[in-house]
């Protein structure tokens, strides 16, 4: 029992390129949660997916795009990276949608130049 | 003004000392109280949460909510080495988009032995 699971751990990107991050759950947890970490600002919601097929825009969405491929996996996409866009992210899922039970994993580190 | 308000520390103490966490908020709607740890290059993990008002004790961890305040605390007792860590509070309402969580900044925590 993996948990939650993000590959890539790191990442580096020239700005104007485009990356997927890549995120599964082995939990059968319904709703899945992207979050951005920045120094000084905590973690902030980006996109998430109260259950399969549905998808909805958190604090931060603009320049990202997000799929839930299915059950156990929920994709961020950057169409065009900018340095602003330099962060941890984190993905996180819960059974359901109440706030106490969300899982997160274990991050992956982007660096855009 | 954020949402959500956390002393950034960094908060060093010797092992053994009681330690006290503390986070502010604005929002009256916040019904769920959480509280993450967060060891270096790793994603939070969930330590405690609160529904409404109250104490809660888990071993050496009691987190406090005072709705009438809007102030929350966490309480260490007996701090070991292994506690250090960043500790972040969060925080949600009930309904809808309400349910999403709001994170502080977090605080730096370092246990000397």
């Known amino acids: 029992n993996a948990g939650v699971t993000q590959t890539p751990k790191f990442q580096v990107l020239k700005t104007g390129q485009s990356m997927t991050l890549q995120c599964a759950q082995d939990m059968n947890h319904n709703s899945m949660y992207w979050y951005r970490q920045d120094p000084g600002m905590g973690l902030r919601l980006i996109y998430y997916?109260?259950?399969?097929?549905?998808?909805d825009k958190g604090e931060v969405p603009n320049g990202y795009n997000v799929s839930r491929l299915n059950k156990r996996e929920f994709s961020l996409r950057l169409e065009s990276a900018a340095p602003s866009q330099t962060s941890v992210y984190f993905c996180?899922?819960?059974?359901?949608?109440?706030?106490?039970?969300?899982?997160f994993g274990p991050g992956t580190r982007l660096t855009v130049l | 003004q954020k949402e959500v308000e956390q002393d950034p520390g960094p908060l060093s103490v010797p092992e053994g000392a009681i330690v006290s966490l503390n986070c502010t908020y604005s929002n009256s709607a916040f019904q769920y109280f959480m509280w993450y740890r967060q060891y270096s290059r790793k994603g939070p993990e969930l330590l405690m949460y609160t529904y409404s008002s109250g104490n809660k004790e888990d071993g050496r961890f009691t987190a406090q909510v005072d709705k009438s305040s809007k102030y929350i605390s966490l309480f260490i007792r007996d701090s070991q080495p292994s506690d250090s860590a960043t500790y972040l509070c969060a925080m949600s309402g009930t309904s809808g988009s309400a349910r999403q969580l709001t994170f502080g900044s977090g605080t730096q925590l370092t246990v000397l032995p």
């Open positions: 996180a899922s819960s059974r359901d949608s109440r706030p106490d039970t969300q899982y």
């Open positions: 997916s109260a259950s399969e097929g549905t998808t």
